[in-house]
């Protein structure tokens, strides 16, 4: 759903490889099916990406013969593309607007993969969000105009309801143990 470039699904891909190795199609497949309700992904960017993790040395990649077929790339993930991704998963997201993707794309993995922390990275994300909230206080108390205040208090609601939400995921989802 986005199409910013700011936003990787890189660390989306190297998830989808830790539990085992890929092709490229079945990556397309597995991404489309899994996270089509929050990330969308083109087949020709898949290949790009996986061709600049490969660059990166965030994955390698194995040729294997198929019967009456062209040969297949298969990806599998180094230590460095294991990294990145642990990195990723465990950082909050920085951006409002972001939210809707990477974090839940985060929750996805942290689901997936039975990841331990995930009571730390809803608190670290709320964290974030409250001090949005503050800044926007500040900005909205120093300025006069009325439309600019308008903004800054629809983006605190959306803040808001993304912390309400946040605590709906803590409580769904960390306190079924």
Not at 111 to 137: M, N, Y
Request: hydrophobic residues 40%.
């Amino acid at each position: 759903m986005s199409h910013d470039a700011s936003i990787s699904p890189q660390p989306a891909l190297l998830g989808l490889l830790i539990p085992r190795p890929k092709h490229g199609y079945e990556l397309y497949q597995e991404f489309s099916r899994e996270l089509r309700s929050v990330w969308q992904i083109g087949r020709s960017q898949l290949y790009a990406q996986l061709k600049q993790m490969e660059e990166a040395g965030l994955v390698t990649v194995q040729t294997e013969p198929q019967p009456s077929r062209p040969p297949r790339k298969v990806y599998h993930l180094t230590p460095k593309g294991r990294e990145v991704f642990a990195e990723w998963v465990h950082k909050p997201t920085p951006y409002l607007r972001y939210i809707r993707v990477e974090f839940l794309a985060r929750l996805y993995f942290f689901h997936l993969l039975s990841l331990p922390g995930l009571d730390q990275l809803i608190a670290e994300q709320k964290s974030v969000c409250l001090a949005q909230i503050k800044r926007f206080d500040k900005v909205a108390a120093q300025t006069n105009d009325g439309f600019r205040r308008l903004v800054l208090e629809f983006r605190q609601g959306q803040l808001e309801a993304v912390i309400r939400w946040l605590d709906r995921c803590r409580e769904i989802l960390c306190l079924q143990d």
